[in-house]
Each structure stands twice: as C-alpha cells, then as structure tokens.
C-alpha cells in the first residue's frame, strides 16, 4: 500500500490560530505601509508649499503667483505616486499572506519559491537598468526636482524646457527645438533654473578715470527707479544692489548690479537695468570704457 500524503495540515486549535495571527499581522504591516506612505506624501507637499515662505511679503506674492502651477501639479503628481505605491503595497502584502497561509496548511513551497527565485534573479538581472530609472523616476517626483515647464541643465551636457515627467523617462526641448530623452536613471546631476528664484547679472563698464564711488551712487538711484516700475512689479523680489567693483582691467573698470528675480524672469530685467544704467551715468557725465580700436593690419 502506498502512503496517502494528506494535502492540507489542520490541527485544532493551533492551524486556525497561526492562520488568523499570519493575517492580523500582514494587515498590520500594510497599514504600517500605508501610513508611512502617507506620511512622505503628506510631507513632500508641505515642504514644497514652505519652500518660499520666508521671502517676504512683495517676493511671496510673487514667488506665489509663480510657482502656484507648479505646486498644484507636484501635488497632484505625488498623490498620484502615493496611490500606486499604496496599490502595490496591497499586491506584495497579499502574495505573502497567500503564501504565509500555504505554509501553514502544508502545502509543499520549496519547489514553487526556487522556481520563482531562479526566474526572478534572472529578471532582475537583465532588468536592473528598468529598475534604476524607476526607482530614480519616483523620488524625482516624491522631492519635486523638476517638472513640465521647468528649465533645467542635465549632466552640464543638455539644456532646456521640460515637456514629460515619466517614472522612466524625461522629455525636454532644448533653445535649438530639438529633443531629447533622458532615462532617469542616468540623471546624476541636475540644475533648476525654475525653482525658487533667479538672479540677474549686470555689468556695468565706466571708464578707469572716473569716480566709481560717484557712479555707484548714480546707478543706485537707477535701481530705485527700477524697483518701482509697475514693469516690474511681479518680476523683480528685492530692489537690485549694486554690489561694487567686480573687475578692473586696462583702461576700465566694471561695477556689478545683481536683480533677485522670480525663476527664469532675470532677462528683461537685465536688459532694462543696463539700458537705464547707461543712460543715468552718460546724463551724469561718467564715462564709459574707452573704445579700442582694434590693431592695424601689416601690410
């Protein structure tokens, strides 16, 4: 006679107690999950709304107006990530239950657990690159690095506007139009042209014989002006400081203007400061940088 293996191993009291406490516990570990998922998604939106609070009152207003979009956009897309993150919680934690609860019955698990970890090692091994772009994609979305509309440099190498946000992928357009893909895993260092604020650079050139403590004074009267145009008045955070002496060279010496901006909106700044600025010293009589004509050719 050939022994009967019995499927299934029941023992009373001791199976109905182990299967109960195997999925009290699983449930207390996907609520512990849930919760700690909620909790990154909860802090990720706070941080971004408090990134700008300690502006001021005229660069809140602004840096309000400017990144409102894209605080309802990060906010929307954490959500989105935490609701996935959520459903695959679910998933991981059912498989464990369904297969914690199998053991339990004694269903034999050792065949069907080294099938599943031959085929998964050799999954994860040719998918490792798929799953560091995944992995890099969601917390380049849980800490709002970048996101559509942004102007970014990626790697000091590519330069432009966002236009797609993946887990795998992003998409920008550089000044040329053309386009690029970047898997995100790939992505090691990036700058945001976009966020918070920006700063405008001016350099201002007067000759090395005038009075640069005169010209100062006279371009510091021009960044008030600038300050109060209504041109300029959901642009500029701060009124623009004239810094001093950035560099002297033969025959000129340049006086340095610096315009705390909101992102991405320093250009026109810059150029209005500069025209103005130019302007203000020549009506001050203050000189330019001589002009240097350039070498007579040998003939």
């Not at 029941?10 to 996907?30: H, Q």
């Not at 695959?88 to 970890?117: D, E, M, N, R, Y």
């Not at 009075?211 to 009124?239: I, T």
Request: charged content about 20%; hydrophobic content about 45%.
């Amino acid at each position: 006679m050939r022994a009967m293996i019995p499927l299934i191993t029941w023992d009373w009291p001791d199976t109905p107690i182990l299967i109960a406490g195997t999925i009290l516990l699983m449930l207390l570990v996907r609520w512990a999950a849930n919760r700690a998922i909620k909790y990154a998604v909860d802090t990720s939106v706070r941080q971004t709304a408090e990134r700008n609070a300690d502006q001021g009152t005229r660069a809140e207003r602004i840096l309000a107006h400017a990144t409102g979009l894209a605080s309802t956009r990060h906010e929307a897309r954490i959500r989105t990530v935490g609701s996935v993150m959520r459903s695959v919680v679910a998933v991981v934690v059912l498989v464990i239950t369904v297969l914690s609860v199998l053991s339990v019955l004694g269903f034999p698990l050792a065949p069907l657990l080294t099938s599943a970890g031959i085929g998964g090692a050799a999954l994860a091994f040719g998918a490792q690159s798929l799953v560091k772009d995944y992995l890099s994609g969601l917390f380049m979305l849980l800490e709002d690095q970048y996101g559509v509309g942004d102007l970014v440099a990626i790697g000091g190498d590519v330069t432009g506007t966002v236009e797609d946000v993946g887990l795998r992928i992003t998409r920008l357009r550089d000044p040329n139009g053309q386009v690029w893909y970047i898997r995100n895993g790939e992505i090691t260092k990036l700058g945001n042209q976009s966020q918070g604020y920006s700063t405008g650079t001016v350099n201002v050139p007067i000759a090395l014989n005038e009075d640069a403590e005169k010209a100062m004074g006279v371009l510091r009267g021009v960044m008030k002006e600038v300050f109060a145009d209504p041109e300029w008045e959901n642009v500029l955070l701060d009124e623009p400081v004239v810094a001093g002496l950035g560099q002297v060279s033969a025959g000129a010496m340049t006086i340095q203007i610096f315009a705390k901006c909101a992102p991405n909106q320093q250009w026109g700044v810059q150029r209005d400061i500069l025209e103005r600025s130019v302007q203000a010293l020549r009506a001050a009589g203050i000189h330019g940088a001589p002009y240097v004509p350039p070498p007579a050719s040998e003939s």
